[in-house]
């Protein structure tokens, strides 16, 4: 069997060690557009921190590769795929023949089109690269407006502030990180980056960008604000890249490509796994789990994925907040909280029919996170054990005895 | 794979297994030294949940496909292919802990050594004769053993 992956980050790694359980014989080629070996695409913040360096990011060991006899063609873009031929095109005309093709694409970062921007004006922040051109322009002093302030905008910011870079979010909506924080707990960080100097204007966008005469960029705001930066982040999201997909017979394509449940994309022989998957989120366990299962079921085992709600660990600047699911829901649900400002500890369950639907830890994070987790992906009735969810001593003894005998049995 | 099993109705909720744990991760392998001078109060790589009279050692149960693993953004998170054992490289970690988010039997938390972050997880001792609190358990609460053929 001849195995073609397409990508080289967490689904594909997890693809390779998904189809050598089942084929330790077949032949492995992972084409990467990028000149590294895979990474762990979060790392990038904490390299440009310098708190991870060059011979840190590599996300395996290169003899993973070795062992398990992979090829791999970095800095090579696939162009074309030909399904009639079982091929693919890359960049230089070498034609990659595939019995099994796995997209493991990711995304690219969106940049919306603003009046006056080109791509010279500013960074994106996904890829090694990407901090490696930053790092340059990241010197005290200097100061940053960052696009968006999500994850990657809030990690982005993490790491110039640490750089000693003076930073500024605009974030179109009115707070930040708004799928996953409520406003009382968005309001708490909000104040907390104030503090550590950070502006931060919500509800605003950037509506026209120029170059001064002394090279600075001058930015307009929606809101009539002007500001002048030396650095621009766009940092409001990314969009699959499915452009290899895209008008193929039997292929449906809904921003990302959508699979069925084996993660096949209906065209014979082609799998898909991670951010440039239809509707799955772009988080990395996700990614790192699709391309285990999609590594598997390439090498003929039948295994179903099962959507995973969202979760999301993310630390900057010494605050630690973890959401899962539906974290920011407030009205309509039953809520259960913690919230102690003066520490800025926030911890909230959303509740939904007597089920955890969410969940928001902020800097009060201990190992009944990953219980939370659990009993919310198995929609486990809480009703019993509701009063204890939130105590300090709540734990899988609190659960029904059946559950935990069980779960300490595994 | 061995893995440490609980039997709470053995637990007698005496906390050794914990102490066993952190002399068997400390530098000094010392029980004074780790305390007193190493400072690993706390540190311990398991999770004695009470419930009183009811107690028991949670500990990971090194899993199929680990949740930790998937999650880790570092590739500092690991099973061993030849032992099983699922741990943490810790001088990769960032301490991001999306493996204390992942773990769905509560097995890890967050800690931090020499001024650096990491997940406080259960490694089987990998690096000793086996692990230090089914050694040190006075009640048998404990055992390390084989129990599901192949896995």
Redo the contacts between chains.
């Keep these: 069997m001849n195995y073609v992956i397409i990508g080289n980050s967490i689904a594909a790694v ?1 693809a390779v060690a998904g189809i050598r359980e089942y084929d330790r014989e077949g032949s492995i080629t992972i084409v990467s557009a990028e000149n590294y070996y895979a ?5 990038i913040s ?1 390299w440009l921190e310098k ?2 360096q060059d011979q ?1 990011m ?3 060991p290169q003899e993973f590769y070795e062992k398990n006899c992979v090829r791999v063609i970095l800095g090579r873009r696939a162009v074309k795929l030909d399904p009639e031929a079982c091929q693919v095109h890359l960049d230089n005309g070498e034609k990659l023949p595939y019995d099994r093709l796995l997209l493991a694409t990711g995304g690219r970062p969106f940049v919306p089109p603003i009046d006056g921007l080109t791509s010279a004006d500013y960074f994106t922040f996904i890829n090694y690269d990407d901090v490696r051109r930053l790092e340059a322009f990241a010197i005290p002093g200097r100061e940053a407006v960052i696009l968006g302030a999500g994850p990657t905008g809030l990690k982005a910011m993490e790491s110039l502030v640490q750089r000693g870079v003076k930073v500024t979010l605009v974030e179109l909506a009115d707070r930040i990180w708004a799928p996953a924080l409520d406003e009382e707990a968005a309001s708490m960080i909000a104040t907390f980056l104030q503090d550590k100097g950070v502006n931060l204007y919500l509800n605003d966008t950037l509506t026209r960008v120029y170059r001064e005469a002394d090279d600075r960029l001058h930015l307009e705001l929606k809101s009539g604000r002007e500001l002048q930066a030396d650095i621009l982040v766009m940092a409001i999201g990314v969009r699959p890249n499915v452009e290899l997909l895209e008008g193929l017979p039997g292929v449906t394509i809904n921003r990302g490509v959508v699979v069925g449940p084996d993660l096949s994309t209906g065209l014979p022989g082609v799998y898909a796994a991670g951010d440039v998957v239809a509707g799955s989120p772009p988080l ?2 996700h990614a ?2 699709q391309g ?1 299962i999609a590594g598997r079921n390439m090498a003929g085992a039948r295994e179903i994925y099962q959507p995973l709600p969202p ?5 900057f600047l010494g605050l ?1 907040i ?1 959401s ?1 699911g539906n974290s920011a829901a407030d009205e309509g649900y039953e809520v259960l909280t913690e919230i102690d400002p003066a520490a800025l500890v926030y911890r909230k369950l959303v509740l939904k029919d007597n089920r955890l639907d969410g969940v928001l830890l902020i800097n009060k ?7 939370y ?2 009993l919310l992906e198995e929609g486990l009735e809480v009703a019993p054990f509701k009063d204890a969810l939130l105590r300090p ?1 709540f ?4 659960l029904p005895e059946i559950i ?1 005998r069980q ?4 | 794979m061995k893995k440490v ?2 039997r ?1 109705a053995y637990c007698m909720n005496c906390h050794l297994c914990e102490v066993n744990c952190i002399v068997a991760h400390s530098r000094s392998r010392d029980l004074f030294r780790a305390y007193k001078r190493e400072n690993l109060r706390g540190t311990a790589r398991l ?1 004695v ?3 009183l009279p ?1 107690s ?1 050692a ?1 500990q990971c ?1 090194h ?1 199929d ?1 680990p ?1 930790c ?7 500092a998170m690991v099973k061993d292919p030849e032992t099983g054992i699922v741990y943490c490289q810790e ?2 970690c ?5 493996c ?11 800690g931090e050594k020499n001024g650096r972050p990491v997940p406080l997880k259960c490694d089987l001792c990998r690096e000793a004769e086996g692990p230090a609190c089914v050694a040190g358990c006075p009640n048998r609460a404990l055992v390390f053993e084989e ?1 599901r053929a192949g896995a």
């Design positions: 997890n990474y762990g695409r979060p790392l904490y708190r991870v840190d590599p996300y395996r990395l366990p790192a789990i285990k979760y999301n660990a993310l630390g630690h973890i899962m994070i201990d190992h009944r996170a990953g219980i987790r659990q001593d734990g899988l003894l609190n935990w779960k300490l049995a595994e | 099993y609980a709470p999770i949940e009470e419930r009811l028991v949670v149960r899993c496909d949740r693993v998937a999650g880790c953004i570092s590739g001088d990769k960032v301490g991001c802990w999306t204390v988010v992942g773990c769905p039997f509560g097995a890890i938390r967050p129990r």
